[in-house]
Each structure stands twice: as structure tokens, then as C-alpha cells.
């Protein structure tokens, strides 16, 4: 009773209670409104959550994703502009439905389908996660190195770029988070003298300077077509979702959340991919399969709860193994950090009680989710017409005073707009902004189980493959890249002879 009593203190905490619906909202508001991305989102928000105990601040990160997650499918089905990249494929057939009158009909599948999946996906981590977590327990230094190593390299394998600007990515983010002084000989590295880098590039500066501050100077200073403003809704969101149609699409739901959960705990696979991937099952097998393209309410169903399923999926390895799965992922393994949390085996060990709570606040989200688009999708869908240059100002300021506040340094303003060049010199040589993200949080960990190993092993290189798990993980990352190159190469030569 004790124990229990810790946890629900926590959950009573009067600052979860008005951030997690808070997060939900803002979430819901940003992912329809289009030229805003979840990822800005967070990243101008995070700096902010520093202030506040853990779970406040956590899970005001995670309402922000999960209504994200649904808040982009209502310009989607109203606008045909999707708010999330993941919403693309509701958009095929949410608008067609709209433009028929059925608005309605498509908001509110989405709608469920987005509860249902993200409720399986809130299930699948708290049964996975613990079991993940025992498994991790019997890792060391060159399971660990193995582990960081498989998770590099997969993430930069399936980059939609491609395979080589997803490994300059992840490798470019390796390489700064090298910045500071070597922790084991104290060695100055790329600090160029300023004794601001010898802990290294601060973490918040970097994140908001590259996902939030090229979207704001594209806008302004980038093609002129890019500064249109979205039109208006094709069709009334009038009419609801009926019951037989409910239990029509159900079977579809729950199959794409089983979907969005097995894809979303693979790191670097995301939301997007399990969307389609939801989609063309459905096509294959769903009962309205006829009318897909032309406004079938499975469609959004399958794109929807494969969407949220992997709402909570992603944190299976990161809470267990401490490994982001997506970019979202890596800002919360930051913010894990940042509030004396270490994401992995020991976690579980040491801090059961706030995981407990995590899972309960979660869940609870899952609810917030649908009441937030029930009663709140008719006062989102005005928000969306807001003009961005009457967004995209405030969200600049927010930006500057998130990074100085962190540290109250100027120097972290320095760093956060250098970060924004970057991120526009990523976005031009379509250099994934994930991959090295992801490489830059990882990379203080794969530097220190390196030196571990090689101390262990007194230098000598079969230390690296003394353990099974190791040469495991080492097998599936070469077959990861080998996959990558050699799959679609057989299917270009197939389409050739075809054609030929």
C-alpha cells in the first residue's frame, strides 16, 4: 500500500493533471495545423519541461505526441494537406470522403481508430517493455557496444534518402557528440579553445536549432510558394461514424495497432512507414477494399491506428534498453537525462514506482485523446486556417528564449542558430536531421562501452566478440545494410527484365 501510494502521489501531482491534457492539446493543434511539425513542437517546448519534476515534464512531451499523432488527420480530411507526414495516407481517403460530405464520418474513424491504437500500443509497453528490460540486465560493455552499434546502423539503413546520406547522418552525429573533453583522458576535442564546448554541444540549443528554426527560415526565405496560405474545408464535418460501420472497420484497427506496435519498437522505422504498410493490408483485405482511393472509411482506419500504434511502441527500447526509436525518442532520452533518469535496465531497478506511474499516465492519455477529438476537433479544425505568419513569429521567440533559459548563456543561442544553418544545409543535401540526432545522443554511449571493452580486453580485438548476444546483433546490422543495398537492387533488375 506504501508503494502504490508513492505512485498515485505522483500521478495526483496537480502539475501532471493540467499539463498531460494541456500536452494533448497542443499536440492535437499543431499536428493539423500544417507547416507545424510535432518534432518543432517538442523541440521549442522540451527546454521548458527542464523546470518541472520528471513526470510533469515527461508527460507533457508525451500529450504533445500523442495528440499530434491524431491531430494530423484532420486537415488531412479536411484540408487534403496533411498537418504530420503520417497523415498522408488518411489523406487518401479522408478528403475524398470530406469532398463527399462524410467529414464526419471520416473524423470520427480516425478518431477511434487513433484511441484503439494507441490504447494496444500503451498495452504492448507495459507487458514488453519489463520483460525487454530483464533481457537488458545481462548485457555488458560488448553486448552494449553491439546493441548501440545494430541501432546505428538500422536507422540509417532504412533512411527514406537513402542508405549512404542515412550513415553521413548518423556518422556526423557521432562525431559532434565528441565535442568536450574525453571523459577517460581529458583530452580537449574540436572545442577549438572555448571552454563553453568542454562539456560538449548542449543538447537543447542543438535539437530546437535544427528541427524548429529551418522550418521558420524556409518559410520566410524560401520559395515563394511555400508561403501559401491553406484553403478552406471541402466539405462540412457534419454526420457521425454509425455502428455498423464501426464494427465493419474494427477488425481493421485492431489489426493496423498490431501493426503500428510491431513496426513502431523497431528503431528508426516510425509512424510514416507503419501507415502505409497498415494501408496495403487493408487494401488487400478490408470489406470497403473496392473504394480505396475514392473515401473508404478502413482506410483511414488502417493509417490511423497503425499511426498511434506506434505512439507508445517506440518507447519499448528506449525505456528498456535506453535506444530512441524515432526522433521523438531521442529529444525524451535528452530530457530522461536532463532530469537524473537513465533510460535502460536499471531503471526498472531503481525507479519502479515513477515506470508505474509513467504506464498509468499513459493510459490515461489514451482517454484525454478521445475526449480532446470528440468535443475539441470542431474548434481545432478553425485553429488550422491561422495564418503562420502569425505562428511562425511566436514560435521564434519561444525558440531564442527556450535556448538562453536552459543555461541563461548566450553562447546556447550561438549554438542553436548555427544548428538551424545545419539543418537547412541538411534538408538541402537531404541529409536526414533523424539520423544524426540520433547518432549524436548515442554516440557518448558507444564511446564509453568502446573504451570499456578495449580496457577489459587490454586492447585486444577479439574482446568485441566474446559473447553470443554480441555476435548476434553484429549479424542482423550486417544483414540490415546487406538488405538495404541488395533488395533493391534484385527488384530493379526484375522491373528491367520485365521491361526488357
Known amino acids: 500500500m506504501e508503494y502504490w501510494s508513492s505512485v498515485f502521489a505522483m500521478i495526483l501531482d496537480w502539475k501532471v493533471l493540467v499539463f498531460l491534457p494541456i500536452g494533448v492539446i497542443v499536440g492535437a493543434i499543431i499536428g493539423a495545423i500544417p507547416g507545424l511539425t510535432i518534432t518543432m513542437s517538442i523541440s521549442v517546448l522540451l527546454p521548458f519541461t527542464l523546470f518541472l519534476d520528471p513526470l510533469p515534464g515527461l508527460v507533457l512531451i508525451f500529450g504533445i505526441s500523442k495528440g499530434g499523432l491524431f491531430g494530423g488527420s484532420i486537415s488531412a480530411i479536411l484540408l487534403n494537406v496533411p498537418g504530420t507526414p503520417a497523415a498522408a495516407c488518411t489523406m487518401l481517403d479522408g478528403y475524398p470522403l470530406s469532398r463527399k460530405g462524410r467529414a464526419g464520418e471520416a473524423l470520427d474513424t480516425a478518431l477511434w481508430a487513433s484511441f484503439l491504437g494507441d490504447l494496444i500500443s500503451v498495452l504492448a509497453l507495459i507487458l514488453l517493455a519489463g520483460a525487454l528490460a530483464q533481457l537488458g540486465l545481462k548485457f555488458g560493455p560488448v553486448e552494449l557496444f553491439a546493441l548501440i552499434v545494430f541501432s546505428l546502423t538500422v536507422i540509417a539503413a532504412i533512411s527514406t534518402s537513402g542508405l549512404l546520406r542515412g550513415i553521413v547522418g548518423g556518422l556526423l552525429g557521432l562525431i559532434a ?268 554511449l558507444l564511446e564509453n562501452n568502446l573504451q570499456r571493452v578495449l580496457i577489459i580486453g587490454k586492447g585486444e580485438m577479439s574482446a568485441f566478440f566474446d559473447s553470443w548476444i554480441a555476435l548476434v546483433l553484429y549479424a542482423a546490422t550486417v544483414a540490415a545494410v546487406v538488405g538495404r543495398i541488395i533488395l533493391p537492387a534484385l527488384q530493379e533488375h526484375k522491373l528491367k527484365r520485365q521491361a526488357g
Do not use: C
Not at 562539456?199 to 521558420?216: E, R
Not at 503500428?260 to 528508426?268: C, E, K, Q, S, Y
Not at 536532463?338 to 499513459?362: E, K, M, R, S, V
Open 177 to 444: 557528440g565528441t565535442v568536450g573533453l574525453d571523459l577517460v583522458y581529458g583530452s580537449e576535442r574540436f572545442t577549438f579553445g572555448s571552454a563553453n564546448l568542454y562539456d560538449g554541444i548542449a543538447f537543447m540549443p542543438l535539437l530546437v536549432g535544427l528541427f524548429a528554426l529551418p522550418d521558420i527560415l524556409l518559410y520566410y526565405f524560401g520559395p515563394r510558394q511555400a508561403r501559401k496560405g491553406v484553403g478552406r474545408t471541402a466539405g462540412g464535418a457534419s454526420g457521425r461514424l454509425s455502428m455498423a460501420n464501426f464494427r465493419m472497420i474494427l477488425p481493421t484497427i485492431l489489426k493496423g495497432g498490431f501493426i503500428g506496435v510491431i513496426l513502431g519498437a523497431i528503431p528508426g522505422i516510425g509512424a510514416t512507414a507503419s501507415t502505409f504498410v497498415s494501408y496495403a493490408e487493408a487494401r488487400r483485405s478490408a470489406p470497403d477494399r473496392e473504394e480505396f482511393g475514392k473515401g473508404a472509411l478502413s482506410g483511414v482506419a488502417a493509417a490511423e491506428s497503425a499511426n498511434s500504434g506506434t505512439g507508445a511502441s517506440t518507447l519499448i527500447p528506449l525505456l528498456a534498453l535506453g535506444i530512441p526509436g524515432d526522433i521523438v525518442g531521442a529529444m525524451l532520452l535528452g530530457a530522461f537525462y536532463f532530469h537524473g533518469l537513465a533510460p535502460g535496465p536499471l531503471l526498472f531497478q531503481n525507479n519502479l514506482d515513477f515506470i508505474h506511474a509513467l504506464y498509468i499516465t499513459l493510459l490515461i492519455s489514451s482517454a484525454i485523446v478521445l475526449i480532446v477529438g470528440r468535443y475539441g476537433t470542431q474548434y481545432i479544425k478553425r485553429i488550422v486556417e491561422v495564418p503562420r505568419d502569425v505562428l511562425f513569429p511566436i514560435v521564434l521567440v519561444l525558440t531564442v528564449v527556450g535556448a538562453f533559459a536552459i543555461s541563461n548563456s548566450l553562447f546556447d543561442v550561438w549554438v542553436m542558430l548555427v544548428a538551424g544553418m545545419v539543418g537547412i544545409g541538411f534538408r538541402a543535401l537531404r541529409i536526414p536531421e533523424a539520423a544524426f540526432l540520433i547518432g549524436f545522443v548515442l554516440s557518448p
